[in-house]
């Protein structure tokens, strides 16, 4: 880890010790969105930036410069790993990933290549390392969030071979064959596990689990076919001493059982009040939950919902400010920077 | 109304009487997975079907005839009144709806064509009335299900111009022009109440007001910009006389509300288990809610999946089985015909 910044407001929350402020970061703070982000995407692909630690040291920083949030997170990708395993990964210049080789069969399990993070994702690693030199250089103090994929969500995109709406692909996969799926789902928290572990030591001072997409399913199938290997992940990373965050979207029903899981900090999105969500997963931190749509809405319905995230959190010890999900292409800068402006107090 | 099927388990089921057994029917029973449907629709669209009100009862019969469920529903569209307001609207051979002329700006909304659904819409009340007369030939006493979009799953096409996975153009459309939003919802609240009276007036023995993207939204947002529409559809629709359903996915977080926008019976889905479901939305019947990914696994996972949801269920008065939403194209429909069974105790 790098110089572990103590008196960081996000990582005291995340501790559940009180702070002067709430803080406050968003996930895919450095996107589309954002024209500085835009003119190196214009120059190559997404695959191609996170394959260049000193560039991903720069994008990662472009929202504490435009934005001062609270919390650096490494620009990278949760599919990183499929180039490793095999899988074939890009990238459409519009709209989501594109898996070459998705998993069909159970056999297709076996045939994944052994992946060591250390090795096979070193270049991510680098990109942490020198995202923590340039934050000590530039904003010493400011903490940064690596990241991996939940088991679960990387399996979805697996066997999907892409985005789905219904994970109909997934769902059968993990009834008709529930042997190689808790193989596959061994693997992915084995590699979740590590990766998240590695990214502590090269330097990240808090670590976050996506589990995008797990509101796909009810509690009894969340707890037979996901919850073990998401505990491991986290068990895993959190032997690295640093807070982890589990986050996922539409977990109205799951939210014991993630928090079961683990995670210090659980993260929900707009779908259930803040105030509810946290009284279910109970001694933990909570991280949300404003929609980022709303971002696209005019600046008093931002002000006014913005608001009523924090006056659901009460200003209880353990709150981190965040949207439900990543912000969307599109959205304005200033729009974000009003965010941060109304949880600092200062709007 | 047609001959009343007053001693018919589905009805009873939504009046929370005691049945011998518990009824079944499934959303899309009449759809892509059906042998009998695609041949129809290798010689015609979607929505030259909707509009040949003989075919339409044709069709509407095949699950009857092949797997002996409780109900029928009329084969039609939620998005068929999209034609007379003039928005536009086609199917792409495969995936989902397009809109031609969605509401971009707040001055779209005035532009809606009035519409009568006795008129504009009078081919699916033929529809529904060549459906029923074929039943009381052919299957008499199965009660006749018709249907609507909700208000806010209507808007959301309307302004996404097809499917969507944020509803971001919603939202930001919800948020940003809050009096064209509100406009829009009374218009197509008018228009699925009437729409529904009509249907049961035609002879349609239960009604379904289908909210099937209302999952997207928070408790807060449901209860300011959609709750006051889907009552008035459902109150209206209610005159009839007819039980009301009222479905929606991914409502963890919004059951209470729903109940409070009306309906007899309450469709939920497979994200929350059906017993914790029943408890929330107190004295209403109960439909649902198995997953249709389920269709698509082994039969002893079938079995375990359809067990497991009539234990939740309890045997109590008022439980209609279905699923969660409608069934996959790719089914196999032997895999549709165990459920069947299986709820009726004969598998």
């Given at each position: 880890m790098g110089e572990q910044p103590a008196s960081s407001p996000f990582l005291a929350a995340c501790r559940r010790q009180p702070v002067p402020r709430t803080p406050v970061w968003f996930?895919?703070?450095?996107?589309?969105?954002?024209p500085e982000y835009r003119a190196a995407r214009a120059q190559q692909s997404i695959l191609e930036i996170c394959h260049r630690p000193k560039l991903v040291a720069q994008i990662s920083l472009q929202p504490i410069e435009r934005l001062g949030v609270d919390a650096a997170i490494v620009?990278?990708?949760?599919?990183?790993?499929f180039e490793p395993l095999g899988l074939g990964l890009s990238y459409a210049a519009e709209g989501g990933p594109k898996i070459w080789?998705?998993?069909?069969?159970?056999a297709d399990v076996e045939k994944l290549a052994p992946v060591d993070p250390a090795i096979d994702l070193g270049y991510v690693l680098e990109g942490v390392r020198q995202t923590r030199l340039a934050l000590d250089e530039r904003f010493p103090g400011t903490p940064l969030i690596g990241f991996a994929g939940s088991p679960f969500t990387l399996a979805s995109y697996a066997i999907e071979g892409g985005t789905s709406r219904t994970f109909t692909a997934t769902k059968q996969f993990m009834y008709t064959h529930p042997e190689a799926w808790h193989d596959l789902m061994q693997s992915l928290a084995t590699l979740a596990g590590r990766f998240l572990t590695l990214q502590a030591r090269a330097g990240a001072d808090a670590l976050q689990l996506f589990?995008?997409?797990?509101?796909?399913?009810?509690p009894d199938d969340y707890r037979e076919f996901v919850l073990p290997y998401s505990r491991h992940a986290i068990t895993e990373a959190s032997t690295a001493g640093v807070p982890v965050i589990h986050f996922g979207t539409g977990t109205a029903s799951l939210l014991e059982a993630m928090a079961e899981a683990g995670g210090d900090v659980i993260g929900v999105d707009w779908r259930i009040p803040l105030d509810q969500a946290w009284a279910r997963v109970g001694d933990r931190a909570i991280q949300g939950n404003l929609d980022?749509?709303?971002?696209?809405?005019?600046k008093e319905e931002i002000v006014r919902r913005v608001r009523e995230v924090l006056r659901r959190a009460?200003?209880?010890?353990?709150h981190i400010f965040n949207l439900g999900h990543g912000i969307m292409p599109g959205t304005p800068v200033e729009n974000v920077k009003l965010v941060v402006d109304l949880v600092r107090g200062a709007a």
């Open positions: 996930m895919r703070q450095a996107g589309r969105y954002m620009f990278a990708d949760i599919l990183l790993p080789r998705p998993i069909r069969r159970a589990d995008s997409w797990v509101g796909c399913l009810g980022p749509a709303v971002l696209l809405a005019p009460g200003g209880r010890p353990g």
